[in-house]
Nanobody
Framework: QVQLVESGGGLAQPGGSLSLSCTGP????????MGWYRQAPGKQRELVAT???????QYQYSLKGRFTITRDNAKNTVSLQMNSLKPEAATVYYC?????????????WGQGTQVTVSS
């Protein structure tokens, strides 16, 4: 089991910024593709951004340019910098770790961190 610990959620004003962080297990972190997803009540979980083990990134199209995902393998951490926040960004954000091997796909989730965007 891979435990992911998220931090950094909270309250931001519209147009403001927040940074989320997620820490994973030291010995395996660098082998996993990491990502951030979000899920609003009653809706499906959606991709926010992902970063592969070799640092390729992917973003939800509407967030590109405002959100930035980075990883620091030395600190076993993936971060999401969110700028120019809009009210619709307010929801729970989940960290994800995924690795596909020849014996299967391993997929793990953090517990979620709440982001609130309000004036």
């Amino acid at each position: 089991q891979v435990q992911l610990v998220e931090s950094g959620g909270g309250l931001a004003q519209p147009g403001g910024s927040l940074s989320l962080s997620c820490t994973g297990p030291e010995r395996i972190f660098s082998f996993y593709d990491m990502g951030w997803y979000r899920q609003a009540p009653g809706k499906q979980r959606e991709l926010v951004a992902t970063i592969t083990s070799d640092d390729s990134t992917q973003y939800q199209y509407s967030l590109k340019g405002r959100f930035t995902i980075t990883r620091d393998n030395a600190k076993n951490t993936v971060s999401l910098q969110m700028n120019s926040l809009k009210p619709e960004a307010a929801t729970v954000y989940y960290c994800n770790a995924k690795r596909t091997t020849n014996i299967g796909t391993f997929n793990y989730w953090g517990q979620g961190t709440q982001v609130t965007v309000s004036s």
